[in-house]
């Protein structure tokens, strides 16, 4: 049988990019130490969906209320790297990129991080041009951390922080090296859960990635027997954090049968983990296409038929015998392979649509965010921005709703909404702005500032100016607040803008359109538009009215308004200029599906 590679591709190209810039059922023979579980008193009043710390029962997994939810998340990884944080950061800020991820759909996030980061180290490749990430100023990798934890779980997404390597360098077979020991793989686990003990944003670690051969399942040889080492680490986390649920994903090798890097769970039926805390436990399989390494089962003349057997045999079956949660920590592709756009469409209807099954399904999370993950490519494209809409789209029945807001400690309480929001001047390139300050119990932070759909800065103050903008122009601005726990307001009343001067004159532009996937209950479209002038445009708007009843609920490389059928598209600060006979484009969601292809109108000044 053919392994993946010894190295992943998908982490080779970071530092030269960036340079340049479950629970088991009643444990046998483990008797909990602790409370079971966390549930409400039956007079509490029902809180939303995912509130609080989770459980697990049989194969589901249930929020402090004992509600089902489902994990449907996203790997962003950097943490791991040498750029000790998360990428993209060199080109957007942080709270648009979570933004983005919630309101595409997801509604957990996986952060890889290596044990450098409890070094002290710092983060680099962070841009704090126009006020992005101006709150990242100065901080380490894990207080950077806290601030991506906090603004998640205040917008409603959760949180599994995932023990990728024991350093920077390079993935590992096993949970230590000679560089890094047991000891300090499990003391850095205590303190990640000690640090986060309290902050519901935070559900679950994932131990280490991808363990491997030598790796064994059971074999009881302590150097080398990951399950055992499992419930080492495992119960060494709830010892400060009993809330916590652990992720133990597989090995390579079981009983002389290899999968993927941490994708054989085929021993946990003869030899389960065993915890100190009950309904802790969710097994982590991961499971990849031909774009990572080849396989038998791909070229199986069955095939895609072949695959739900491979995956009931490897992992699946835990989930199926009601044993524990699964979760798919990792699945990804680049889906330029026919087999592999067949792979991942097997796969999504493996793991169970959540219209038909809500939370009594399989959870995951897909590789990856990042675009330059290099064996799979990422949900982003190369420009951090645009959205792989063919590659979302596969996800969209298997997606689930958000979450309640968590996270800051306890604080879920957002600031006021600003108010009194008013122009106070304009030339032809800039427009000036001033606001009423809101007020917040735990103090507010500072504001965000947005150009139609997209966050252009920050202040701390109640005044902020925008620049470099088109003359003889109109631009919407919205403004929110954002405490000092992370939790960010709503936003406040729109108010337009108009450059002095003439805009240059029209160029000329035509659009046209592309429907990229279709689901019946939503679809993504993507609109191309290619400059007819002579000249450079300086920026461009395309309008359309809806023949139905659509309306958008995200853009990509383009700002929008909606005024009942009428949608209006501006440009984002990157893709204004286009060359004369040269192209540009955008994507959006909306719903419902089947909308036709409406007639656009573009111009370009």
Same mark, same amino acid.
């Given at each position: 049988?053919?392994?993946?590679?010894?190295?992943?591709?998908?982490?080779?190209?970071?530092?030269?990019?960036?340079?340049?810039?479950?629970?088991?059922?009643?444990?046998?023979?483990?008797?909990?130490?602790?409370?079971?579980?966390?549930?409400?008193?039956?007079?509490?009043?029902?809180?939303?969906?995912?509130?609080?710390?989770?459980?697990?029962?049989?194969?589901?997994?249930?929020?402090?209320?004992?509600?089902?939810?489902?994990?449907?998340?996203?790997?962003?990884?950097?943490?791991?790297?040498?750029?000790?944080?998360?990428?993209?950061?060199?080109?957007?800020?942080?709270?648009?990129?979570?933004?983005?991820?919630?309101t595409l759909g997801y509604n957990t996030i996986r952060l890889p991080y290596s044990d450098d980061i409890f070094k002290g180290t710092q983060p680099n490749s962070i841009t704090f041009a126009g006020g992005m990430n101006a709150d990242l100023q100065g901080l380490n990798s894990l207080q950077v951390m806290d601030k991506i934890v906090n603004y998640a779980g205040s917008?409603?997404?959760?949180?599994?922080? &995932?023990?990728?390597?024991?350093?920077?360098?390079?993935?590992?077979?096993?949970?230590?090296?000679?560089?890094?020991?047991?000891?300090?793989?499990?003391?850095?686990?205590?303190?990640?859960?000690?640090?986060?003990?309290?902050?519901?944003?935070?559900?679950?670690?994932?131990?280490?990635?991808?363990?491997?051969?030598?790796?064994?399942?059971?074999?009881?040889?302590?150097?080398?027997?990951?399950?055992?080492?499992?419930?080492?680490?495992?119960?060494?986390?709830?010892?400060?954090?009993?809330?916590?649920?652990?992720?133990?994903?597989?090995?390579?090798?079981?009983?002389?049968?290899?999968?993927?890097?941490?994708?054989?769970?085929?021993?946990?039926?003869?030899?389960?983990?065993?915890?100190?805390?009950?309904?802790?436990?969710?097994?982590?399989?991961?499971?990849?296409?031909?774009?990572?390494?080849?396989?038998?089962?791909?070229?199986?003349?069955?095939?895609?038929?072949?695959?739900?057997?491979?995956? &009931?045999?490897?992992?699946?079956?835990?989930?199926?015998?009601? /044993?524990?949660?699964?979760?798919?920590?990792?699945f990804g592709t680049t889906l330029q392979a026919t087999v592999d756009q067949k792979w991942l469409a097997a796969l999504v209807d493996y793991l169970r649509p959540t219209a038909t099954y809500g939370g009594d399904s399989f959870n995951w999370t897909f590789w990856s965010w990042n675009p330059n993950s290099g064996d799979t490519g990422g949900i982003l494209k190369d420009?951090?921005?645009?959205?792989?809409?063919?590659? &979302?789209?596969?996800?969209?029945? /298997?997606?689930?709703?958000?979450?309640?807001?968590?996270?800051?400690?306890?604080?879920?309480?957002?600031?006021?909404?600003?108010?009194?929001?008013?122009?106070?001047?304009?030339?032809?390139?800039?427009?000036?702005?001033?606001?009423?300050?809101?007020?917040?119990?735990?103090?507010?932070?500072?504001?965000?500032?947005?150009?139609?759909?997209?966050?252009?800065?920050?202040?701390?103050?109640?005044?902020?100016?925008?620049?470099?903008?088109?003359?003889g122009t109109r631009y919407d601005y919205t403004v929110r607040a954002r405490d000092t726990a992370g939790n960010i307001s709503a936003a406040s009343a729109s108010v337009s803008a108009t450059t002095t001067g003439s805009g240059g004159g029209s160029t000329g532009c035509t659009a046209t359109y592309k429907v990229s996937s279709d689901w019946g209950s939503g679809f993504?479209?993507?609109?191309?538009?290619?400059?007819?002038?002579?000249?450079?445009?300086?920026?461009?708007?395309?309008?359309?009215?809806?023949?139905?009843?659509?309306?958008?609920?995200?853009?990509?490389?383009?700002?929008?308004?909606?005024?009942?059928?009428?949608?209006?598209?501006?440009?984002?600060?990157?893709?204004?200029?286009?060359?004369?006979?040269?192209?540009?484009?955008?994507?959006?969601?909306?719903?419902?599906?089947?909308?036709?292809?409406?007639?656009?109108?573009?111009?370009?000044?």
């Amino acid at each position: 049988m053919r392994h993946p590679p010894s190295h992943r591709l998908r982490h080779a190209l970071v530092a030269l990019l960036t340079a340049a810039v479950a629970a088991l059922l009643p444990l046998a023979g483990a008797a909990p130490a602790q409370a079971a579980t966390a549930t409400s008193s039956p007079s509490a009043v029902a809180a939303a969906p995912g509130a609080g710390y989770w459980h697990t029962d049989g194969r589901r997994i249930l929020d402090a209320q004992s509600q089902p939810v489902r994990m449907a998340g996203i790997n962003w990884f950097g943490f791991e790297t040498a750029n000790y944080v998360t990428h993209g950061l060199w080109s957007r800020d942080y709270k648009s990129m979570i933004d983005q991820m919630k309101t595409l759909g997801y509604n957990t996030i996986r952060l890889p991080y290596s044990d450098d980061i409890f070094k002290g180290t710092q983060p680099n490749s962070i841009t704090f041009a126009g006020g992005m990430n101006a709150d990242l100023q100065g901080l380490n990798s894990l207080q950077v951390m806290d601030k991506i934890v906090n603004y998640a779980g205040s917008v409603g997404l959760k949180v599994v922080l &995932d023990r990728h390597r024991p350093d920077s360098s390079a993935q590992s077979a096993l949970w230590y090296t000679s560089a890094v020991p047991e000891s300090t793989w499990i003391a850095d686990l205590k303190a990640l859960a000690t640090r986060y003990n309290g902050n519901t944003a935070v559900i679950g670690i994932d131990l280490h990635n991808e363990p491997h051969d030598p790796a064994c399942w059971g074999c009881g040889d302590t150097s080398i027997d990951w399950r055992l080492a499992a419930e080492r680490g495992g119960n060494a986390v709830l010892s400060v954090n009993p809330n916590l649920l652990i992720f133990v994903e597989g090995v390579q090798t079981v009983n002389g049968q290899s999968y993927w890097w941490g994708g054989n769970l085929a021993g946990v039926a003869a030899a389960p983990v065993r915890l100190s805390v009950a309904n802790r436990v969710v097994y982590s399989a991961h499971d990849y296409a031909t774009s990572v390494a080849q396989q038998p089962w791909f070229s199986d003349p069955s095939f895609p038929s072949n695959m739900p057997g491979i995956w &009931d045999k490897n992992w699946g079956y835990i989930f199926k015998q009601n /044993i524990a949660p699964v979760w798919l920590g990792e699945f990804g592709t680049t889906l330029q392979a026919t087999v592999d756009q067949k792979w991942l469409a097997a796969l999504v209807d493996y793991l169970r649509p959540t219209a038909t099954y809500g939370g009594d399904s399989f959870n995951w999370t897909f590789w990856s965010w990042n675009p330059n993950s290099g064996d799979t490519g990422g949900i982003l494209k190369d420009d951090w921005q645009t959205v792989d809409t063919v590659k &979302d789209g596969y996800l969209a029945t /298997i997606k689930a709703p958000g979450f309640g807001g968590a996270g800051g400690g306890g604080d879920t309480t957002p600031p006021s909404v600003p108010t009194g929001l008013g122009v106070t001047g304009t030339t032809s390139s800039s427009v000036t702005l001033s606001w009423n300050a809101s007020t917040d119990a735990g103090g507010v932070a500072g504001y965000d500032i947005y150009r139609g759909t997209g966050m252009i800065g920050q202040a701390t103050g109640t005044t902020f100016t925008d620049t470099g903008l088109t003359a003889g122009t109109r631009y919407d601005y919205t403004v929110r607040a954002r405490d000092t726990a992370g939790n960010i307001s709503a936003a406040s009343a729109s108010v337009s803008a108009t450059t002095t001067g003439s805009g240059g004159g029209s160029t000329g532009c035509t659009a046209t359109y592309k429907v990229s996937s279709d689901w019946g209950s939503g679809f993504n479209a993507d609109i191309t538009l290619t400059n007819t002038g002579a000249t450079t445009s300086k920026s461009w708007q395309v309008t359309w009215d809806w023949p139905g009843s659509q309306t958008v609920s995200s853009m990509w490389n383009a700002t929008y308004s909606q005024v009942g059928k009428t949608v209006t598209a501006r440009n984002a600060d990157h893709n204004g200029a286009i060359a004369a006979g040269a192209s540009t484009g955008f994507g959006f969601g909306a719903a419902p599906g089947g909308a036709g292809v409406p007639v656009l109108n573009c111009t370009a000044s």
